[in-house]
């Protein structure tokens, strides 16, 4: 059974008695450990697709399984949870709170899953670890790079060791150098077995990951995928396919 | 999020908007120091009041005043006796829910009390009493009936009484006209062993009450000695009755002016025509004053007495009850009333307060959208939010009152500098608690709508939100 399962989800919005249809009739599969792109113009139906995956919003009709669990008829309070266990989010304008040191913020989603202050220190010290941020833990991100800053947003989606990290154009907001080194760094994460999300609208960015789906007019227009083409498309591909063997992300530090 | 970090969240968010903060806080810190600082003020009126009530004799005394016998007695009204001294021993014997009977023999000697003509009623050498003068006639436990304490000497016993002889205890006000007041000799004078004239008498003063005086009479005393006296212009004239005092401070003055002798002095010197022209003997009391022993058994201790009563008065009702009860409810619904009123001023401006966090709170939240959104986009659930901006809006409403609560004794302090002569005002415990969870309620009232909004943002538009 694939990590994420979406059959045949639409969602409809309503603008002064026009219907939009944001995404129509899409079914997907992500599967645990892969490292998928998903592209598409402004628009095309791509964040709303990402919402629905990440659980911020319910589909119109439709089915979704994340994790064995069925979460298109959930609660607000249920998907909140979902939010903060299940699910990491990194944004393109990082998003962290400017009142808070980098430390705090990554403790965030901890301080909502109710863990302890000493253990949620431990383990948001860990993530800023893997994203190499140890020392920065006393700084405000007003004070951090923006490279660092989105180091840190990273850090707090991967805090809860969560089953998937949706990042909505991650390097949108960084210059080429930056944004490649954090590419690089969701490609070590996938590497490390994580099951990674990125959307973004530049083909540049989709292409270093092995799987691509392509939005248009909120259909999946194109879905490339290694395994099913036969082709070793991506230098990640075995890494991808062996990372697919372990179930769950493996635990931080 | 458990309720300790929003409570470190809330304090943060006041830290970081400090000026903010305590101009909203300012409207709960206004409504809770005049809240406390008004029932400190009805308090110290109460206390005055209820201090001149105990003055007098308490709830417990109770006068026997003579009254016109009704109209189905009135032929009998020449056999009516009026209150005598057998009245006395017969309440004493055989009423036992009456503690203590006082019987009153006052004279009137043509100038009433506040006479200031040439001649008075005691005089001692060139000195005499010009203002009010009491004379009263009456027994030992008088000093007991009416609280009277004594400051020298003793009170004259049963056998000065029973000897009728010419002794008397003084108030303070009587010593100082006759041999001068503190303020003007310098020292304290004893009058005991003293000799003074009272109606053409010599009477030798046994004992002096000490001076009664309210506690804001005490302090306009000493507020006087330490200023230097001003010099009257003009003619000589007095202010009239209580002239810039407190209401009940006459109590005082009453007790302060009484000249005490015996019953059977006052009887036989100068009522049965020792000194007046009618020979004929009135043993006619002016009142009789009773003591219930409980006052939770004032209206049986009343019948018990009426019994008694009638019997002695031989079935002529030409007496009745006055109690001090008029007075009491009196007292207590002056101070419901400056309660309520001062309660509702106050009320008002804790709300205009409360008016004031909410406003902030809104636009607090609607500066931090977009925090909003992001903590919902990692997982924080609609009581989370709501949480989160409700303690806010309590920590504000309660660090307000909490400087409220300073505040007013700053606020009550300063009145007593501003007006030393009133009452003093009393901070007591209840009106601080009050206060306090006013304060923390209006805060939860507060915070409730922008809590709401708040936790209702929709976590994509709010991470939209620029």
């Known amino acids: 059974m694939a990590l994420v399962e979406l059959r045949n989800v639409s969602k409809i919005y309503h603008l002064g008695g026009e219907e939009i249809r944001a995404l129509d009739d899409v079914s997907l599969d992500i599967d645990t450990g892969e490292f998928i792109s998903i592209i598409g113009p402004s628009g095309s139906g791509k964040s709303t697709l990402m919402h629905i995956l990440g659980c911020l919003d319910s589909p119109t009709r439709g089915t979704i399984q994340l994790d064995g669990t069925r979460i298109h008829n959930a609660s607000t309070r249920e998907l909140a949870a979902i939010r903060n266990q299940k699910i990491g989010f990194v944004f393109q304008f990082f998003n962290l709170l400017p009142k808070l040191n980098v430390l705090q913020n990554v403790e965030l989603p901890m301080v909502y899953s109710g863990i302890s ?29 923006g490279g660092q800053q989105q180091r840190v947003a990273i850090a707090r989606a991967l805090v809860n060791s969560p089953r998937i990290v949706f990042a909505d154009e991650p390097t949108g907001n960084l210059d080429s150098n930056t944004g490649e080194a954090i590419l690089t760094l969701f490609r070590q994460l996938s590497q490390e077995g994580r099951t990674i999300a990125l959307v973004t609208h530049d083909p540049e960015i989709a292409a ?17 995928d290694p395994k099913l083409a036969g082709l070793a498309a991506s230098r990640f591909t075995d890494h991808a396919s062996h990372s697919r063997n372990t179930t769950t992300p493996p635990p931080l530090g | 999020m458990n309720l300790w970090n929003a409570i470190v969240i809330g304090f943060k968010e006041i830290w970081a908007h400090k000026f903010r903060s305590v101009l909203t806080m300012l409207g709960i810190i206004l409504g809770v120091s005049s809240l406390v600082a008004m029932s400190a003020l009805v308090k110290g009126m109460e206390n005055g009041m209820k201090e001149a009530l105990v003055a007098i004799g308490g709830l417990e005394k109770v006068e026997i005043e003579a009254q016109d016998v009704p109209i189905h007695q009135k032929h009998l009204e020449d056999q009516a006796v009026g209150s005598t001294v057998h009245d006395v021993y017969a309440l004493q014997r055989s009423a036992p ?7 009153e023999m006052r004279m009137s000697f043509g100038r009433g009390w506040g006479g200031g003509g040439s001649s008075s009623l005691a005089t001692k050498g060139t000195r005499a009493v010009r203002e009010r003068l009491n004379l009263v006639g009456t027994l030992p436990s008088a000093i007991e009936m009416n609280q009277h304490v004594l400051e020298y000497g003793r009170m004259f016993n049963e056998v000065d009484d029973e000897n009728a002889w010419n002794v008397c205890v003084i108030g303070a006000a009587i010593r100082d006209q006759l041999f001068g007041s503190p303020e003007e000799t310098g020292y304290d004078i004893n009058p005991v062993g ?11 003063v046994v004992g002096m009450f000490q001076r009664y005086e309210s506690e804001q009479e005490k302090k306009l005393r000493e507020i006087e000695r330490n200023q230097p006296k001003v010099a009257q212009t003009g003619p000589e004239r007095r202010r009239g009755w209580g002239g810039g005092r407190g209401q009940n401070s006459w109590v005082y003055g009453w007790k302060n002016a009484t ?45 018990q007495a009426k019994n ?14 006055r109690t001090q009860e008029n007075w009491s409810e009196g007292i207590t619904t002056a101070i419901r009333n400056a309660r309520m009123s001062g309660g509702f001023i106050a009320a008002i401006s804790l709300l205009v307060g409360g008016i004031g966090i909410m406003n902030i709170m809104l636009a607090s939240i609607t500066e931090r959208i977009r925090e909003i959104g992001i903590r919902k986009a990692i997982g924080a659930t609609f009581s989370d939010v709501f949480i989160q901006i409700l303690v806010e809006s309590i920590v ?39 206060a306090f969870l006013f304060s923390a309620f209006v805060g939860v009232l507060a915070g409730l709508f922008p809590a709401i909004k708040a936790a209702r943002l929709d976590p994509i538009q709010a991470l939209r939100y620029e």
């Open chain 1, 117 to 145: 202050g000493r253990e949620r220190r431990r383990r948001a010290m860990d993530a800023l670890k893997l994203v190499g941020l140890e020392n920065r833990s006393k700084h405000r991100p007003m004070q951090l790079s």
């Open chain 1, 208 to 224: 270093v990951t092995p799987r691509r789906i392509e939005i248009r007019d909120g259909k999946i227009a194109k879905n490339v």
């Open chain 2, 97 to 103: 829910l009456i503690k203590l009977v006082t019987p």
């Open chain 2, 194 to 204: 003293q000799t003074i004239n009272i109606n053409n008498q010599p009477f030798r």
């Open chain 2, 259 to 303: 000249v005490y002798i015996p019953l059977n002095t006052m009887w036989i010197k100068f009522r049965s025509g020792g000194a007046g022209t009618n020979s004929v003997p009135d043993p006619r009391l002016s009142t009789l004053f009773v003591k219930v022993a409980d006052i939770e058994l004032l209206e049986p201790a009343l019948q």
């Open chain 2, 308 to 321: 008694v009563l009638m019997h002695t008065h031989k079935g002529i009702e030409d007496f009745s009850f």
């Open chain 2, 396 to 434: 504000i409403a309660i660090l307000g009152g909490i400087a409220g609560i300073a505040t007013s004794y700053a606020v009550v302090h300063l009145l007593t500098v501003i007006s030393p002569t009133e009452n003093t005002p009393v901070i007591t415990l209840n009106s601080l608690a009050i």
